[in-house]
C-alpha cells in the first residue's frame, strides 16, 4: 500500500463503520480532496474533457439502463424452472443483498477516493497483485456482457427479419453499431442514450405482458414450487443473480459523480425500480405463458407481437452493451493514461487511443458471442466467473478492510462481520456451482450452433 493511502487510512482510523463517510467529510469533504491527490481524473478546472458532471439522479438511471437490460428476459424461465414462490422469495433476498453489498462499495470508495475501477480496489485489498487480478477480471466480466447483448442482437434481428440473412453478418452489425455509439469519452453523454435504454426494455416488456395475457388468457397451469434436475435448477438461480450483477461499475459511477456522497440515493433508485420490473415481468409473464415461455421472454409472444416487442427492444440490447463498453474502455483508457494531459485533451492519441480501445474490446466480444451462442448457458458462466465475486465476495472483503481492527467491537459489528462471512461463502458457492454447470450445459447445447450461419432465434 503506498504512501497516500496510508494516510488516508491513518486519518479516520477507529471511525464507525456507517458514521466514518460523515466524518470524513467533516476533516476532508469527498467532493473537495484534491485532484490532484486522489481523483481517477486529476484536475479537470483547464481541461478540455471533464468527467465529474452527474448528478446522483443522472447515475441512478445509468445504473438502471446497466442492469435492467437482457437480464431481464431471462427471468420468466427462471420462474418457471424454479416455481414461482421460490422465485419471488430469491429476487427479494438478491435485492436486498445486492442493494447492501453496493453501498458497501461506496463506502470503500468514500475511504479511498482514488479508486475508479476494481482493479484500484484490488491494489488496496492485494498490492500489484490484486490490482491486476481484479482489474483483469472486471474487463473480462464487462466484456463477456458485452457479448451477452452481441448474441442477443443476433437473436432480436432473426426474429425481426425472419433469418434474413447470416447470423454472423448480424453479430457483424452489432459490432460495428456499438463501436460508433461508444466514441463518446464522458459518462455525462451516454446518460442520454441510457434513458433511451430503460424507455425501450420496459416498452418491449409491457408489450410481452399485455401480448400473452390476450394470447394465452390464463388457460395455463403455472406452479407454485417445481421439481426439476439440479443442473437445469440452478441454472435458472443464476439467471435471477444475473440481474443483480452490475457492481463492478459502480466505482466508475461514482467517480463520474459531481457530488459522490449522493450515491445512496443513486442505489436506491436502481434497486427500486429493477426489482419492481423483475418481479412484474416475471410473474405475469410466466403466469400467462406457463412452463413453455422462453428465454429470451419477447419470443413468448405471437408471431406479430414478438416481433414488436423485439423490435422495441432494440436500443436497450444496443445502447444497454454500449454501456457496459463504455465503462470497459474506460478502464483500459485511465489505466494507460491516468495522470497524464490526454486525459483531458482531444488530440490524435487520445481520441485514436480511446477508438482503438473500443474497437479491439467489441472483436472479443463478438468472438466471444459466436462461440458461445446459448443465451441462458451464457449469462450463466457469466455470474459463475465475474459477476459472483464483483457483486458479492469482493465487497464483504472491502467491509473486512474498512472494518480493520473492530470486527467485534460491538453487536452491530459482530452481526455485520456474520453477514459477510455468508455473503463471502454465497460467492464462492456461486462460483463453484456455477462454473461446473455452466460448463456442462454449454458442452451439451452449443453442439453444430457455433459459427454457424444458422438462424439462431
Known sequence: MNVSTESRNHEIDGVDDYNFVPDLEKKQHPDDVSPEADDPFGNEEVGEVKYRTMGWWQTGILMVAENVSIGILSLPSAVATLGLVPSIILLLGISGISWYTAYVIWQFKMRYPHIHSMGDAGEVLMGRFGRDLLGTGQLLFLVFVMASHVLTFTVQMNVLTDHGTCTIVFGVVSLVVSCVGALPRTMGKVYWMSIASFLSIVAATVATMIAVGVEYKGSVAIAATTHHGFNEEYLAVSNLFFAYVGHASFFGFVSEMDKPRNFPKSITVLQIIDTSLYLASAIVIYRYVGE??????????????????????????????????????KYVYVRIFRGTNHMHERTFLSIGSWIAIGLILWVLAWIIAESIPVFNDLLSLITALFGCWFAYGFPALFWFVLNKGSWFSSTKKIFLGISNVLILAMAITLCGLGLYVSGDAINKNTSGTVWTCANNA
Open 292 to 329: 413453455d415461455v422462453q428465454s429470451p421472454a419477447l419470443g413468448s409472444a405471437g408471431h406479430l407481437m414478438k416481433k414488436v416487442a423485439y423490435g422495441l427492444a432494440i436500443p436497450t440490447v444496443l445502447i444497454a452493451g454500449i454501456v457496459n463498453g463504455h465503462i470497459a474502455s
